[in-house]
């Protein structure tokens, strides 16, 4: 028996769609700059502040977190995990990785759904 | 067919090095899945979101409670502290190694979960978020922005440093609508 899903509605969160809309969020603001103390804060809050309205023009029903580390490529290491106590089926995360020659960005997206 | 498809997914399962088990007599893995009412606890090493815990469950439609606050509001000061407790007991006197380190994140995440589930807010969602880096004078940024109700959703953080290392902890906690 299969299940009908109707397109309009669809179940969890789209992870793929997340990531392309980050990564291109983090391409327009920091490709082809090279790390600057002076800027970083600009960039961690444009990535954050763009990516957060891009994701809302989606139009779906969820509160959204973003966290956006940027780091300079210093041949140190930076370990990161997270855990959520929340629903599966409805919620969901996604996580961009984008990197240049003098930076480690790592964006967080994690997206909990309202039930209207 | 059914002893072929059962061992395709413990392959499956084995590839994306995840340690939730399918719960069959045959298999031999470490059993690992916690039932605590309706929870289903798994601990997974995968970067991607592991999405077979999905298809298995069909969503919840869940009844209306004409509700319209949380009754008991989230204490951020409680979790502040727990947090402050975790990160220091944990990593007092440790020195900053990849190996230990990778696992020390994943560890602080779960446990720090777990005390905060312990305080049983009703109605709150969670998402703590572990960083733990090595202190070499480099610089690094990390900044968040949240899309939420700010009456009911908060969030509680908590910096930690030694002589090698340093360990940021945030817990956000989202209402339940």
């Given at each position: 028996?299969?299940?009908?899903?109707p397109?309009h509605?669809?179940?969890?969160?789209?992870?793929?769609?997340?990531h392309?809309?980050v990564?291109?969020?983090?391409d327009?603001?920091?490709?082809?700059?090279?790390?600057?103390?002076?800027?970083?804060?600009?960039?961690?809050?444009a990535?954050?502040?763009?990516?957060?309205?891009?994701?809302?023009?989606?139009?779906?029903?969820?509160?959204?977190?973003?966290?956006?580390a940027?780091?300079?490529?210093?041949?140190?290491?930076?370990?990161?995990?997270?855990?959520?106590?929340?629903?599966?089926?409805?919620?969901?995360?996604?996580?961009?990785r984008?990197?240049?020659?003098?930076?480690n960005?790592?964006?967080?997206?994690f997206?909990?759904?309202?039930?209207l | 067919?059914?002893?072929?498809?059962?061992?395709?997914a413990?392959?499956?399962?084995?590839?994306?090095?995840?340690?939730?088990s399918?719960?069959?007599?045959d298999?031999k893995m470490?059993?690992i899945?916690?039932?605590a009412?309706?929870s289903v606890?798994?601990?997974?090493?995968?970067d991607?979101?592991s999405h077979?815990d999905?298809?298995?469950?069909?969503?919840v439609?869940?009844?209306?409670t004409y509700?319209?606050?949380?009754?008991?509001?989230?204490?951020?000061?409680?979790v502040?502290h727990?947090?402050k407790?975790?990160?220091?007991?944990y990593?007092?006197?440790?020195?900053?190694?990849?190996?230990?380190c990778?696992?020390?994140?994943?560890?602080?995440a779960?446990?720090?979960?777990?005390?905060?589930?312990?305080?049983?807010?009703?109605?709150?969602?969670l998402?703590?978020?572990?960083?733990?880096?090595?202190?070499n004078?480099?610089?690094?940024?990390?900044?968040?922005?949240?899309?939420?109700?700010?009456?009911?959703?908060?969030?509680?953080?908590?910096?930690?440093?030694?002589t090698?290392?340093?360990a940021?902890?945030?817990?956000?906690?989202v209402y339940?609508?």
């Amino acid at each position: 028996m299969e299940e009908y899903q109707p397109h309009h509605e669809e179940i969890g969160f789209n992870a793929d769609e997340a990531h392309n809309i980050v990564k291109e969020c983090i391409d327009a603001i920091l490709g082809g700059v090279d790390y600057n103390q002076n800027n970083v804060n600009q960039w961690t809050a444009a990535i954050v502040e763009q990516s957060l309205t891009h994701l809302v023009k989606l139009g779906k029903t969820y509160k959204l977190l973003v966290t956006c580390a940027v780091m300079q490529k210093s041949g140190s290491g930076l370990h990161t995990a997270s855990s959520c106590f929340w629903d599966t089926t409805s919620d969901g995360t996604c996580t961009v990785r984008w990197e240049n020659q003098t930076m480690n960005c790592i964006v967080n997206v994690f997206a909990i759904a309202i039930i209207l | 067919m059914s002893e072929v498809t059962k061992d395709k997914a413990s392959r499956l399962l084995k590839k994306r090095g995840s340690m939730s088990s399918v719960s069959s007599p045959d298999i031999k893995m470490k059993e690992i899945r916690i039932r605590a009412k309706d929870s289903v606890s798994t601990v997974s090493y995968v970067d991607e979101p592991s999405h077979h815990d999905d298809a298995s469950r069909p969503a919840v439609h869940m009844e209306n409670t004409y509700q319209l606050g949380p009754g008991k509001c989230f204490p951020v000061d409680a979790v502040n502290h727990i947090l402050k407790d975790v990160l220091t007991n944990y990593l007092q006197e440790e020195k900053y190694e990849p190996d230990l380190c990778r696992q020390m994140t994943k560890t602080i995440a779960e446990v720090v979960k777990a005390r905060v589930k312990d305080l049983l807010i009703p109605r709150y969602k969670l998402v703590v978020i572990i960083h733990i880096g090595q202190l070499n004078n480099q610089s690094l940024h990390i900044g968040s922005r949240c899309l939420w109700d700010d009456a009911n959703d908060t969030f509680a953080s908590f910096v930690f440093r030694n002589t090698s290392l340093f360990a940021l902890a945030t817990v956000y906690a989202v209402y339940l609508e």
